[in-house]
């Protein structure tokens, strides 16, 4: 069987998860905190027919290049690309974006810890900041009669409230960002949420602003970094070359076709 079958065959299956990855960071686009995916791929493994080098006949002369024939593509890696999102101006006191590296630490309800760039913040029934999902910001932060107050949070994370009805001030608690040494190894768990795994490596908690970690910006939330018309340049890139393979495939077909019928 013609082994270009197979190598157009690899690159239709590669392409085709290149759109599926091109498709989930175009239905983000408007998702707060969302950074942008992207496919790498490799090429397989070679068949070498003749080592580049090798003698060439009884002269003793070497080839400058010798035959290898590839058997085509594979994926081996979807990457997070954390550039900056778009930075929108809101009227929430409550929404916060970080400017720079870092993510907010979030306690789930089965005692695992996650990590979101989504500071759309919000104040439950029992006055604990959480997040849009619900999940509850640790280290934890209560702001009691939030409606009842005008809260500041300032670039490094302090918190402060104003009591309309009084006009007392007090500091609530500080917020504090997750930096990891290799955040392109976190783990996508969906709800905006990503989880720590061995190639992340541990996150260490600091005041925003310290040990490299971002500041915050209140009243504005962090967008996707998904860029539309890239997106769908990569979109029509992946298209084409899904059916460049495809012709290969017809040609091979064809190919083989015209063999059979050398003997009729």
Known sequence: MMKGLFTAASGMKVQQVNVDVIANNLANVNTAGYKRTQADFQDLLYVVLK???AQSGAGGFTTPSGVQIGSGAELVSTTK???????????????VA??????????????????????GLRVDGDGALVTAQGNRISPPIN????????????????????DTLTGATSTLGTLQIARFPNPAGLRSGGGNLMFETASSGAATLANPGQSGTGTLGQSML???????VNELVNLITAQRAYEMNSRAIKAGDEMLSEASNLVR
């Open 81 to 95: 690309v954390f550039t900056p999102g778009v930075l929108e101006q809101t009227e929430r006191a409550l929404d």
């Open 143 to 162: 702001i009691e009669d939030a409606a009842d107050k005008n809260i500041t949070i300032a670039p490094d994370g302090t918190i402060t409230v104003k």
């Open 222 to 228: 962090e967008r996707s970094n998904v860029n539309v």
């Open 51 to 53: 080592e580049p080098g």
């Open 98 to 119: 970080i400017l720079g590296d870092g993510f907010f630490e979030v306690d789930l309800p089965n005692g695992q810890k996650g990590y979101t760039r989504d500071g």
